[in-house]
Structures are given as C-alpha cells and as structure tokens.
C-alpha cells in the first residue's frame, strides 16, 4: 500500500494511481521512456494491452490502428501529465535514476532491475519498494519478452573461439554469479534457487515468475529491419510527447514503415 493505494490492477487504475501520487518537481507519478531510440520498448506494453499489433496478419504496419492510437494517447498522456519534465528525452538510465532516487512513484519496465533497486548502496528506496503484475488493458494481460543474447558471426574468423566464449558465458557457474548479484537469468534452475528467492523482493519474485511463464516475443517489431522500423515508431512517440498529432504521427510512422518493409523483407 502506497497512501492508501492498492496496486494498481488495470491500465486506468494505473493512471488514477499517477495522478494521486504526482507530486512535482519531489515525485512524479509515473515515469518510463521517452526518448526516440527507447520508447516503444516501454510503450509496446500498452499496445498490446490495448489489443494492437506492430503488424497485421498479412504483414502490413499496424501501428496506426485504433489500438495503437489509443495506446500513444494513454501512453503520451501518462507521461506529459505525471511524468517528469525531461520525459521526452527519458532513457533506461534516466528511469532508473528517478526511481531509485525515490522520485518515481511508479515505473513499468525491465525485470531485470531489481536487484539495482534492493541495492542498499545505490538505492534510496531499497527495502522500500515492490512489484506486482503489469497491469492489463482492454485486450487483458499481456507480457512482453526480450532479452539480450549472444550469436557468433558465419563471417568471423575465431568462430572457434566465439564458441568457447558463448559455452562458458551461458555456464551455470557464471549465470548463477550474476542471478545471484540480482541480474535474472534465463535458467529455471537459479529461479529456483533457494538463496537467490530469500534475496529476491516477494512481490517481484511473484510477478516475474508469472510474467516470465506467460510472456509472449512480441516487444520488438516481427521484421528483418527491427531496429529502424523501432526507431521509426519511436520518433512518431517522441514527437507526440512533444505535443504533435498523434494519428498523424503514428500515419506517417505507418508510411515510413511500409517503405522499410519493401525495401527489406523478402518478397512474399
């Protein structure tokens, strides 16, 4: 509990949370992404909690749908209403600093900050913080998964080596010195471990468990060209938090992603 607050259980129960603990410039409500490069990593929760999709079926942007236009206005408006002033150019380092400078309510991100937060010796809200699920829209619960990964080059000249390096990176001795210096990793057998879940915050270990187990690859766009067509979506954010239209916003970022799927997917 949080003034009174439970936590919230829907998208506008989140925002009603927002406006009752903004209090600027000491605290801001809720604070997430903002920046070109980083917003629809945060942002694609809201779409598709709110039913939408990066692209239709048949492989056509559909950011611009009613969905997605209803996920910008919720989005934009958190932030521009009961976000900080620096919103538009928020990073994950800038979101992380806020929250464990105890100047944000709320925020709606990575798993994998935890153990930064419990950190006595960077955290000013260490043993004054939990988690729960990440609230559902109109469309109902969605998790969005993505995670960093490790490949070898078929044009590198030391894939032996490369090799050798992924083997023992992905190692249980070494992924279990990081799980247990609160950086998750992927194995079921360190979320089990026993001295890793007596560390853990309970409301994250409960809700990372459930998330993690129904979360669906969906945060980043289904193309080859991901990360421009990402770009491209985060502009169209960007530029709305900045005060512009958001359909004509999300309509031109539709068009330029057309462009980009014609020029790079294969021909169907």
Request: charged fraction near 20%; proline fraction near 9%; hydrophobic fraction near 45%.
């Amino acid at each position: 509990m949080l003034r009174g607050l439970a936590p919230p259980r829907t998208l506008e129960e989140l925002e009603a949370a927002a406006r009752r603990l903004h209090s600027p410039p000491s605290v801001f409500g809720f604070v997430s992404r903002g920046r070109r490069t980083q917003a629809p990593y945060s942002w694609s929760h809201w779409l598709f909690a709110n039913g939408g999709s990066w692209a239709t079926p048949d492989g056509k942007p559909a950011i611009n749908a009613p969905a997605g236009i209803a996920a910008t206005e919720q989005y934009v408006r958190l932030l521009r209403n009961y976000g900080d002033p620096g919103a538009a150019d928020a990073g994950p380092a800038e979101v992380q600093t806020l929250f464990l400078q105890g100047r944000a309510a709320m925020i709606l991100d990575a798993v994998s900050w935890a153990g930064l937060f419990s950190d006595p010796a960077r955290s000013r809200v260490a043993g004054r913080w939990a988690a729960t699920l990440a609230p559902p829209g109109p469309a109902g619960a969605t998790y969005e998964l993505w995670a960093w990964s490790l490949a070898i080059s078929p044009f590198s000249d030391k894939q032996r080596a490369a090799w050798l390096f992924v083997q023992w990176a992905t190692s249980k001795e070494i992924q279990r010195t990081l799980h247990l210096r609160s950086f998750p990793m992927p194995r079921t057998s360190l979320w089990n471990d026993a001295e890793w879940k007596a560390m853990a915050e309970p409301g994250f270990y409960a809700a990372a468990l459930a998330q993690v187990q129904a979360a669906r690859p969906i945060g980043h766009p289904p193309f080859i060209a991901s990360p421009e067509i990402t770009d491209v979506v985060g502009i169209a954010i960007n530029n709305a938090l900045s005060g512009r239209n958001i359909r004509t916003e999300l309509d031109a970022a539709a068009g330029r992603m057309t462009e980009v799927i014609e020029r790079t997917e294969p021909r169907r």
